[in-house]
């Protein structure tokens, strides 16, 4: 299968707002990237406590709030108080844990689009693949190109295909498996976003062959993009904004 169906999506996107140089899956991040000419974005998403979406990679707080505990363990009215930029650098001391539908207003608002990694809190794969998928469709409803799903856990991607089967929907994997592009047609996917090095000229072809286009994760080095523009793949995901344009 060479003719694959139109990808609306830009090659290059910003890894959780705009890499390293704001707090990651801030909304300040958001912007820098999109100062840096970038017009999708990746980022990760979960559940809190009493089922609001917001953007979070780690399930743990300390991290990036300094909070103990873990994140979906907290209702938002705690959550949406923490300080999610002063671990960065003081500039950005302050900046609040977004909810997705911040994000989503502000991609909205600017023709951005967006992939979201469901990135559940272990032990609920299931309840945040559906939430994070029924609340892509409601606060993009009616727009043209619709924000891709992404996710390592398939049962978070198979919940998400059960709420809402018409919302694009990729597999990553970050270590081969033999079964992969059995699971990816299984989930209905439309992508698999690999671990960048997992790329080659057969596994690509493997993967157009199926009729999956095919992305990369985290692309910081020029010969790594060169390889992978070279080989033909759909997308780039990458924390260096500041290095690589989009626009290229």
Known sequence: ??????????????????????????????RLGAEHGYRMFECDAKLSQD??????HD???????????????QPWTTL????????????????????????????LANDY???IEIKPTPGTDAETGAAVAREAARLWAGTAVPPLLSSFRPDALAAARDAVPALPRALLLDTPRS?????????????????????DAQTVADARAAGF??????VNDDWAAQRL???????IITDRVDLFSPAA
């Open 179 to 199: 079964d992969w592009l059995d699971l990816a047609r299984q989930l209905g996917c439309v992508a698999i976003v690999c671990n960048h090095a997992l790329w």
């Open 1 to 30: 299968m060479n003719d694959l169906p139109p990808w609306p999506y830009p090659r290059w996107i910003a890894h959780r707002g705009a890499g390293k140089l704001a707090p990651e899956n801030t909304l300040a991040a958001f």
């Open 59 to 73: 399930a743990t707080l300390a991290r990036t709030t300094g909070m103990p505990g873990i994140g979906g363990d």
């Open 113 to 115: 689009l967006l992939n």
């Open 229 to 235: 523009i070279d080989l033909g793949t759909d997308g």
């Open 213 to 218: 286009r095919q992305l990369s994760y985290t």
């Open 51 to 56: 089922g609001v979406v917001f953007l979070m």
């Open 80 to 107: 949406s108080q923490l300080d999610a930029g002063g671990w960065h650098s003081r500039r950005y001391a302050g900046e609040p844990l977004p909810t997705l539908a911040a994000l989503a207003r502000f991609c």
